[in-house]
Each structure stands twice: as structure tokens, then as C-alpha cells.
């Protein structure tokens, strides 16, 4: 069986989650909240007790690590339920006395994170925002949002690798510049052709790429940026009351999508200093990276499905910032009919715009 760890009240013996509101350690059966250093030494000093070993043990050592289903099993501290889940679930909740979870196995050794940055907003926080954006929103179905019900909201620290370094870039481009002129018989257009030059150097810190095939990555590259200001040294009991999964896209496979990243922000950093000419067009790029690192971390993400027409509709809002984003359904009987106003208003415009001109010709 897989090890777990579910943190308990000091006072009431109740199963504790961690508060966004307070970021503190929080018992909603007595209401007790805990500085997360003071629950920590509470539980080294309890690791550190020895229960009595009286087990013959007579059964195999083998220990269950799943099977080609990729499934893992363990067994609840607080009611003994058997509970199997993904291989790469971090935290979860019992679904029999729905206690919260943490799988410890999943955070060993090198699949331990290096940082986390806990959840700031909550869940009601992640509904306001669904709600706000929704009503905004001018050609959505009316009935989606009279009937709009949320399916499903899931707060989830999803795996996220760090990557820094420096970049030496070299960048070539071919520039134009253009100068007409006329006289009394000719008008006159004379194009000039330049090379450009630009090289220098770029530092990149913490560069985000989700390790998660579960998750979209354009979804996760919207939701940022995250404040790395909050960034903390990992604790298992930061998870508590959320789910999480640990990374299935390892570093070595995350790394094209950080080169890319490095790729187009050098880029656009250099063309953005070739000013003053007509037409700018690249004809030679060198990027060379050194003193690459990279970092793993756990990000707050809360995900909202809902369903409209048989279809289901994600969203994913940054549980550090509340940045939202997801897509929604038109209204084509909607569209189409602020088409035809805004046509109608523009082919007004044109008329009292010709009958002007007609008027003073």
C-alpha cells in the first residue's frame, strides 16, 4: 500500500486543511487555527514516537506499487477505507468520510518539489469570478447563464517545472528605409537596404512549464503569471484540503517548451531596439543557453467544468491571483443580429458621409 499522511487537530483529533484566507493550518470541527511552523515541530515530535513492534511478519514483503493500470491503492488514517486513484494523485480527499489526504510516497526523494505557492483565493472566490466573467460577456447564450450550474470545481496544485538561465543571442535583420520626393513631372521613391546587427546577453528566472499531461498548456500559460514573491519551501501540509498530482512530463521533456519560451521572449526583447526603419525581417537567429537549472514547484490552480448543450466547458483560474480564463458558447442568433445593427450603422455613416460630400462638391 502506498503511505499517506491526513494532519489532525491537536485539540479535537478532527482533520485539518490549509486556509487560504489565513494560510494558516485550520480545523473546521473546533474552528482552531495553527501556525504552520507550530504544527510542524507538533508533527516531528510525533514522528518521533515508537509504537510498540509486536508483528511476526508473516505476510510477503512485496508492497504494492500498482499495476499496468497505472492505479495505486492505500488505505485512510482516519476511517480505514481502501481508496485507489491515479498513479500520479498527490492529494486527494477520502471519499468515504472525505478527510483529507496527502500520499507521501508521490513526494520522495527526487519527486519531492522544491517549492509550493499556496492558495490565496478560495472556492467561493473561484465561483465570483466565473460568475463575473460570465456576465460580461455580451453574445453568450442568454439560458447558459440563467441555466449555468456549475458541474464540477476542484482546487489542484498542479506540477510545474522551474527554468532558469542565461541566454547569449546573436540576431541578424535585413532593414529598410524608404524616402519619396516629387517634382513638377515625376514622383520619386527611393528604398534603402540595411543589415542590423543586435548581440547580447539575457538572464531568465523561473521560466514555467506545467508538468502535467493532464493539463491543457495553453490553459496553464494564460492563467499566469504567478508573484514567485510567494513562493515556499515545500510542505506536504500545504496540499491538505486539495487535490494534486505529481509531474508525468518529466524536465527533460518540459525543456523544449521552456527553449521555445526563451526563444520568442529574445527575440521579441531584440527586435524591439531595431527602430526607425520601414520594414524589419529577421535572417539570422543564434540563441546559446549556460548555467541552466531547473526547479520543481506546485501551483494553485482551481479548475471549474460546466455544461451547456451536451458540451462541457473548462476553466482554470490562478488560485494565487484569480486570473481567469476558459472558453464559452456564442449566441449566433446573437451575433447576427449586432452584425446587422452594426452594419446598418455603418452604411448610415457612409450615406450622411456621401450626401455631405455631394452637398459641397
Not at 156 to 166: K, Q, R
Not at 194 to 213: A, T
Not at 251 to 278: C, I, M, P, W
Amino acid at each position: 500500500m502506498a503511505t499517506l499522511q491526513d494532519y489532525k487537530c491537536p485539540s479535537c483529533g478532527g482533520a485539518i486543511t490549509f486556509d487560504s484566507a489565513s494560510q494558516q493550518m485550520k480545523c473546521p470541527f473546533c474552528n482552531t487555527s495553527y501556525e504552520m511552523e507550530a504544527l510542524l515541530a507538533y508533527d516531528a515530535e510525533l514522528k518521533k514516537e515508537q509504537p510498540s513492534d509486536m508483528d511476526w511478519n508473516l505476510q510477503s514483503n512485496a508492497d504494492w506499487q500498482g499495476g499496468e493500470d497505472g492505479m495505486i491503492s492505500y488505505i485512510c488514517n482516519s476511517c480505514g477505507g481502501e481508496i485507489i486513484s491515479d498513479a500520479t494523485t498527490a492529494a486527494t480527499s477520502c471519499p468515504y468520510c472525505d478527510n483529507p489526504v496527502v500520499v507521501m510516497q508521490q513526494f520522495s526523494d527526487t519527486l519531492r518539489p522544491d517549492y509550493v505557492i499556496p492558495f490565496k483565493l478560495d472556492k467561493n472566490a473561484a465561483k465570483a469570478a466565473l460568475t463575473a466573467h460570465v456576465s460580461k460577456k455580451k453574445l453568450l447564450p442568454k439560458i447558459f447563464k440563467s441555466q449555468n450550474h456549475i458541474d464540477e470545481i476542484k482546487g489542484i496544485y498542479v506540477p510545474f517545472w522551474l527554468f532558469n538561465a542565461d541566454a547569449d543571442a546573436s540576431i541578424r535583420y535585413k532593414a529598410t528605409r524608404v524616402r519619396s520626393w516629387s517634382d513638377s513631372h515625376y514622383n520619386y521613391v527611393e528604398t534603402s537596404y540595411f543589415q542590423v546587427m543586435r548581440e547580447g546577453s539575457l538572464g531568465f528566472d523561473r521560466i514555467p512549464v506545467d508538468g502535467s499531461s493532464k493539463m491543457a498548456d495553453d490553459l496553464m500559460e494564460s492563467i499566469e503569471p504567478y508573484n514567485y514573491a510567494d513562493l515556499m519551501d515545500f510542505q506536504t501540509a500545504y496540499l491538505s484540503g486539495f487535490l494534486a498530482d505529481k509531474y508525468d512530463v518529466d524536465a527533460e521533456k518540459s525543456a523544449d517548451r521552456a527553449n521555445e519560451r526563451v526563444k520568442t521572449s529574445t527575440e521579441g526583447t531584440f527586435r524591439s531596439t531595431v527602430t526607425g526603419y520601414a520594414s524589419v525581417v529577421p535572417e539570422y537567429s543564434s540563441i546559446r543557453l549556460k548555467n541552466g537549472t531547473v526547479k520543481y514547484a506546485m501551483m494553485p490552480v482551481w479548475i471549474l467544468n460546466t455544461t451547456w448543450q451536451g458540451k462541457k466547458y473548462t476553466f482554470a483560474m490562478n488560485g494565487q491571483t484569480g486570473k481567469l480564463v476558459g472558453d464559452l458558447p456564442l449566441d449566433k442568433g446573437a451575433y447576427w443580429r449586432w452584425f446587422g445593427i452594426w452594419t446598418g450603422i455603418i452604411g448610415v455613416v457612409a450615406f450622411g458621409a456621401q450626401w455631405l460630400m455631394s452637398m459641397f462638391a
